[in-house]
């Protein structure tokens, strides 16, 4: 894979890998409802300088567009992006059986 030049390697201790269970504030939808808040996705993609990151809920930009296929991007060091709580729910949209 070639490298993606970049003005700082990113920080060794934020590393997220593929699968990763992670917390991303953003607008989405709950019980129906649009929010802003907390909503679980999963990682599914990482490159140099960014994260990937799919829900199972619609997601929005923040200029109101809903995002059809549910990832958003992410910088390494986002404050809108955090690792998931051990104990918290499973990711937004996934049901029990």
Known sequence: MARSPFMRPPDEDQTYQVGDPVE???DHEKNGDRIRDWARGIVVQVDEKMVA???RTNVYLTDGWMVPDHILWFPFDSKLLRQAKKDSPRPTG???S
């Open 24 to 26: 991303v504030y953003c």
């Open 94 to 96: 996934y049901q029990t």
């Open 53 to 55: 990151v799919q829900f």
